[in-house]
C-alpha cells in the first residue's frame, strides 16, 4: 500500500490516544525520554502544521515561540491535537502529496515520499509513547507496522547522527513488527 491510502490508518489510533489522555497524565514519563506527556503533545502541536503543509507543498515555518512555549493550560489541547492531526490526513491523503520534492518549514527541498514516511513513523512511535506513558492501549495494522517498519530501517542510523533515536535496543527477529520498530527507535518495547 502507498503512504496516502495508509495516512488515515496511521493517524486514526493516535486521535484515540489522544482524546484519552486525563489532565493528571500530563507530567507522566514517556519512553521518549526527552518528553513527558505534556512536552511530547507539544511537540505535536508545536510541528503539526509545518507537517501539514509539507503535504500541501507549502511552506509553514515552525511558530516563533519556543516548542516548550505551547500552552495547555488555554482551551481543548486534546481538541486541537486531533484537529491538527485530521488536517495531516487530509493534506497527505492526496497522491500528489507523496510526490516530487517538499519543504518542513524551511527553503530546503526535500524528497516528498520520504518526509510522509517520516510522518507515518512519527505518529505511530509518538502514539506508541502517549499510550504507553498513559496506560493505553495501542495498535496499527498489519499494512501501517509494514510500510514504518521499512522506512524506520532505511532511516534509522541517520536519525540516531540526529539526535533523533536513542541507540537501538536488541528485538528479537521474530519479535511482534511493533517491537521491532520500537527497538530501531530505541525504545523498549515491553
Keep these: 500500500m502507498s503512504g496516502e491510502q495508509l495516512i488515515g490508518r496511521a493517524v486514526a489510533p493516535v486521535m484515540e490516544i489522544v482524546r484519552n489522555i486525563k489532565p493528571d ?6 519512553p521518549c525520554t526527552e518528553y513527558d506527556v505534556r512536552k ?3 511537540h505535536l502541536l508545536f510541528w503539526g502544521p509545518t507537517l501539514e503543509g509539507a503535504g500541501s507543498k507549502e511552506t ?52 516528498a515520499a520520504m518526509v510522509g514516511g517520516m510522518l507515518l513513523g512519527e505518529m505511530l512511535v509518538h502514539g506508541w509513547d502517549l499510550a504507553h506513558a498513559t496506560g493505553q492501549q495501542s495498535a496499527w495494522d ?36 511493533l517491537h521491532r520498530i520500537l527497538g530501531l527507535t530505541g525504545r523498549e518495547p515491553s
Design 40 to 42: 511530547l503533545i507539544h
Design 142 to 177: 498489519n499494512d501501517v507496522l509494514e510500510y514504518v517498519h521499512r522506512e524506520v530501517e532505511t532511516s534509522a542510523e541517520m536519525g540516531r547522527g540526529m539526535g533523533i533515536y536513542g541507540p537501538a535496543v536488541p528485538v528479537p527477529a521474530d519479535a511482534p513488527l
Design 60 to 111: 509553514v515555518p515552525p511558530p516563533a515561540e519556543a516548542e516548550s512555549d505551547v500552552d495547555l493550560t488555554q482551551g481543548d489541547w486534546a481538541a486541537d491535537l486531533v484537529a491538527q492531526l485530521e488536517r495531516a490526513i487530509v493534506a497527505w491523503s492526496a497522491p500528489e502529496a507523496w510526490q516530487g520534492t517538499t519543504h518542513m518549514g524551511n527553503p530546503t527541498e526535500m524528497p
Design 25 to 30: 497524565q500530563l507530567d507522566a514519563p514517556t
